[in-house]
Nanobody
Framework: QVQLVESGGGLVQAGGSLRLSCAAS????????MGWYRQAPGKQRELVAA???????NYRDSVKGRFTISRDNAKNTVYLQMNSLKPEDTGVYYC???????????????WGQGTQVTVSS
């Protein structure tokens, strides 16, 4: 009853830019944190960036200064602007959100289906 749908992945040369979007839909009462994770082949999924409802952000060190996370609370959407991309940024990027479906419901994690980002050298 809650879906996260990502878009914006693709193939880009090193130094290029991409913008990912993730829209949450369905029965949503409130959304706390929203974030982006990525998983490279043979590696564990890792947090890239996160943003809470108040706007505070958190980034992994390797993307600081290059990536910017933002959200539109009215649209239940989170964005990831990725600049100066490097081959090591390649992976499947997953959207994540802590969503409460209504009063009396507990907040739980939801995941998108993932979008591929490939950075060529």
């Amino acid at each position: 009853q809650v879906q996260l749908v990502e878009s914006g992945g693709g193939l880009v040369q090193a130094g290029g830019s991409l913008r990912l979007s993730c829209a949450a839909s369905g029965r949503i009462f409130s959304i706390n944190a929203m974030g982006w994770y990525r998983q490279a082949p043979g590696k564990q999924r890792e947090l890239v960036a996160a943003i809470i409802s108040g706007g505070s952000t958190n980034y992994r060190d390797s993307v600081k200064g290059r990536f910017t996370i933002s959200r539109d609370n009215a649209k239940n959407t989170v964005y990831l602007q990725m600049n100066s991309l490097k081959p090591e940024d390649t992976g499947v990027y997953y959207c994540n959100a802590d969503i409460k479906r209504g009063l009396g419901y507990k907040t739980r994690d939801y995941w998108g289906q993932g979008t591929q980002v490939t950075v060529s050298s």
